[in-house]
């Protein structure tokens, strides 16, 4: 008879250890929570940032969150952004956006006269290690944004 066959009336046996046993195997259950990676509002409070409100002055981009601005975004860290408001206290509609290095990473978003926006990034809008500017089709259009940086 083959090794690890069974007979009739014999157990299942493999090579010469006599016949396999089963061992009962126990998990433990983890039901302490430190709130480390699973408390988003922990998470929030401990690595959450908010910008101050910049309007887009001078005809071009504007700083938001950069290392010169204050308060002030720290180099080395991941920027992950989760709202953005946009306020628009002109006579016309505008059309605002966020940007890096001169590059659009947004789409613009229509604005109305004298109305505001808040655009929220669910799963988070992740920027990186960059600094961030804002932009507008015209001066005096207010930005803001929340998020976390790790």
Not at 75 to 101: K, S
Not at 110 to 131: K, L, P, T, Y
Request: charged share 10%; glycine share 10%.
């Amino acid at each position: 008879m083959p090794i690890g066959s069974k007979g009739t009336n014999s157990p299942l046996v493999y090579g010469n250890q006599g016949p396999l046993q089963q061992v009962p195997v126990t998990l433990e259950l983890i039901t302490q929570d430190t709130g480390a990676n699973t408390n988003p509002r922990r998470l929030e409070s401990d690595e959450g940032f908010r910008s101050a409100v910049v309007a887009r002055a001078g005809g071009v981009a504007t700083p938001l969150w950069t290392i010169a601005t204050v308060p002030a975004r720290t180099a080395g860290q991941i920027t992950t952004v989760y709202t953005l408001c946009i306020e628009n206290v002109t006579a016309a509609a505008v059309t605002g956006w966020l940007e890096i290095a001169g590059v659009a990473i947004t789409v613009p978003f229509h604005i109305a006269s004298n109305d505001s926006v808040v655009i929220d990034f669910v799963a988070g809008f992740r920027i990186g290690n960059f600094d961030i500017n804002c932009n507008a089709s015209v001066n005096g259009v207010n930005f803001h944004i929340v998020g976390t940086e790790i």
